[in-house]
């Protein structure tokens, strides 16, 4: 009599414990790769929102536009986790970068700070430059390292030509080159977006794209006035520029909040030295 009692309380019990599994399996958020499209466009706003007030203290008025372009490159993010294509820049699977990302936070975090920058830009900027390579082999323009510093601009901020491959020295000085374009677009409530855009565009470009395109209508978020008016800008604006900021957003989403992308890893800010 004693043996059916155990058994039976044996299978009461197995059953409680699979029956709390089952639950606790149904109740755990979906990854965004399983979202419906119309959740993926929720969480994308709504994350680029707090991205935002975390990069500026501030809100950010974001057209439904300008969230639809971060989408793209989250999308574009998100197809690559497991694709089994190595750790190819641009095309591989951005574990691989994610992991350079988090040995690297703690200095990009500190040095970006020290210039009152904050340290998502210090992030996620050369996340979407090189996802953390210090690349030596210059590109067509003969830009080269972790911040892709081209011989000019890297002389003009202070770097030599073999210095722009010391991530260090090259982080301070994309902080540096923030810095100038916070200041040069201080009056715009944009202004840290403007900066990023100016790191890959050139801070005379942006200026001359704002005076030319940004009235008062659209004021509120210059950077969507000027990704939806590309056709109005020059080729290089339109082929690459464009998408430099979505794609800085993006990647911060992606980096921010990684285990809704089914990746098992912290935020990368959370590698902050204390």
């Given at each position: 009599?004693k ?7 044996l299978?009461?019990?197995?059953i409680?414990?699979a ?15 399983q ?6 466009t ?7 929102r707090?991205?935002?007030?975390q ?14 372009e971060?989408?793209k490159?989250?999308a ?11 750790d190819?820049?641009g ?12 040995t ?18 210090g ?11 210090n690349?030596?082999?210059?590109n067509?323009?003969?830009a ?24 260090e ?6 902080a540096r ?15 840290e ?9 050139g ?28 056709d109005?800008l020059d ?22 909040n ?17």
């Amino acid at each position: 009599m004693k043996l059916k009692k155990r058994l039976l309380l044996l299978v009461v019990a197995t059953i409680a414990i699979a029956a709390i599994a089952a639950r606790s399996h149904a109740q755990s958020p979906k990854l965004y790769q399983q979202l419906a499209p119309a959740e993926q466009t929720a969480f994308v706003g709504e994350q680029a929102r707090r991205i935002a007030r975390q990069t500026s203290g501030r809100d950010y008025q974001f057209t439904t536009e300008f969230e639809g372009e971060i989408q793209k490159a989250v999308a574009a993010y998100a197809r690559r986790i497991g694709n089994n294509a190595g750790d190819i820049p641009g095309k591989g699977d951005p574990r691989f970068a994610l992991e350079r990302g988090q040995t690297l936070a703690p200095t990009l975090i500190k040095i970006f700070k020290a210039h009152h920058v904050s340290p998502l830009i210090g992030l996620y900027l050369p996340f979407v430059e090189s996802e953390y390579l210090n690349i030596s082999t210059p590109n067509v323009m003969g830009a080269v390292g972790m911040f892709q510093f081209l011989p000019a601009t890297g002389e003009q901020y202070g770097l030599k030509t073999d210095e722009r491959l010391d991530v260090e020295k090259s982080a301070d000085a994309a902080a540096r080159y923030i810095e100038v374009g916070l200041k040069r677009f201080g009056g715009d409530p944009m202004k840290e977006a403007l900066a990023l855009l100016a790191y890959n565009r050139g801070i005379p470009n942006v200026e001359h794209d704002v005076a030319t395109l940004v009235t008062q209508q659209n004021r509120a978020c210059s950077i969507c006035a000027l990704t939806e008016q590309r056709d109005k800008l020059d080729k290089a604006f339109r082929g690459e520029s464009v998408f430099y900021v979505p794609y800085f957003f993006a990647a911060a989403i992606v980096g921010e909040n990684p285990q809704a992308f089914g990746l098992s890893t912290q935020p990368l800010s959370s590698f902050e030295t204390k």
